[in-house]
């Protein structure tokens, strides 16, 4: 079995401001083109709940990182910061791609929620398709109209636009919101790996998996050996 790659959770949430983002972005953006373009290249995986939320993870990381790359060159030049050459326009464009990109957050939700369903409950792949598609529709909606409610608030920061909070602002509102409260969520899709027995492997983007089955085999074990 391969090991997860780190890609598969949001990798913008541990960017520190003062990194350079063609540095910090470098391996996070290939991993995530890796498991889109190996996803998109086996056609039995398109149909497949897991692969298709995989796949969403991996498309709101890779645009996140496209516009940490991009970095300060998308700051306004008369905000007088470091490699400022941008303007306010696409500072805008650059808040609109960091707040979609967190869509990355509630995909790992529907992960978890996913990975419940098929290893406590017992659903099949078959059962899993209104999840899938209602998944898809939720998340990709209340990302985009987060994305486009923001643009009022999205402001210059050291090497970045995006939503801010006081003395910017007058209000913290915007940023619990856009940030604080969509970032809650992500603990919950954590994988309680605690529980997992030592020596079980770590789950596998690519299942080769029978008809039927929506996670990977391994998974559905260590969900048995939890219920004993």
């Known amino acids: 079995p391969t090991r997860a790659l780190p890609s598969a959770l949001p990798a913008h949430h541990h960017h520190h401001p003062h990194d350079h983002p063609h540095q910090h972005q470098r391996c996070p953006q290939q991993g995530s083109s890796f498991i889109i373009v190996s996803i998109l290249r086996d056609p039995s995986q398109w149909g497949r709940t897991y692969q298709q939320l995989m796949l969403g993870v991996s498309a709101c990381d890779l645009i996140g990182s496209i516009a940490y790359i991009f970095g300060s060159f998308f700051l306004p ?21 960091l707040q ?26 078959s059962q899993l398709g209104m999840f899938r598609r209602m998944s898809h529709a939720t998340i990709l909606t209340v990302g985009l109209v987060m994305a486009i409610a923001g643009i009022r608030y999205y402001e210059p920061l050291l090497n970045s636009c995006y939503v801010t909070g006081p003395p910017l602002l007058e209000s913290w509102i915007p ?12 603990p919950c899709s954590e994988p309680r790996r605690q529980r997992s027995p030592p020596s079980a492997p770590c789950f596998s983007w690519k299942s080769h998996l029978p008809d039927g089955d929506s996670v990977p085999r391994n998974s559905r074990r260590i969900g048995k050996q939890e219920t004993m």
């Open 100 to 125: 979609f990109s967190f869509s990355s957050w509630f995909y790992n939700l529907a992960l978890s929620v996913n990975f419940w369903l098929a290893v406590s409950r017992g659903w099949r792949e």
């Open 77 to 97: 030049e008369e905000s007088e910061l470091f490699e400022a050459s941008g303007t306010e326009t696409t500072c805008k464009i650059q808040g609109v791609m």
């Open 175 to 186: 940023l619990l919101v856009f940030n604080l409260i969509p970032l809650s969520l992500s």
